[in-house]
């Protein structure tokens, strides 16, 4: 795993880059959390679809919303980045919509529209 920090707007945020799966459950999420917070001391962080298990993108098993309460909680902000049009699930995608209405976490389909998203405030 790799950390770049990049600052736009005077916000920092992490943009986590790895070749393996980061993210199987609540807490390596919570590693992942702290990790960037102690290397890169930001409270955003964007990361790529591939960094999450597929149980993740699966809404029975409860883990995506149990992982993105952790974020909320932590008061991180979280922008995945990847391919969403892979998921057959509407309730994903309802999930998904309703997400990127908010304010903290979003999933976005490229790196440069989570900087942008993040850094906006």
């Known amino acids: 795993m790799k950390l770049i920090t990049i600052k736009k707007n005077d916000v920092e945020i992490a943009v986590v880059e790895s070749n ?45 919303g149990e992982i993105l309460q952790k974020f909320i909680n932590y008061r991180m ?14 309730s994903l995608k309802d999930f998904i919509y309703e997400c990127n209405k908010g304010k903290d ?5 490229n790196e440069q529209e989570a900087i942008d998203k993040l850094s906006s405030g």
């Open 20 to 64: 393996e799966i980061l993210i199987t459950d609540v807490q390596s999420a919570l590693d992942l959390m702290a990790t960037v917070q102690y290397e890169a001391g930001c409270d955003c962080i964007i990361l790529n679809q591939s960094a999450l298990s597929e149980d993740f993108f699966d809404l029975k098993t409860r883990l995506a």
């Open 105 to 109: 976490i979003f999933f976005l389909s």
């Open 77 to 90: 902000k979280v922008a995945i980045v990847g391919d969403f049009t892979v998921f057959s699930s509407q």
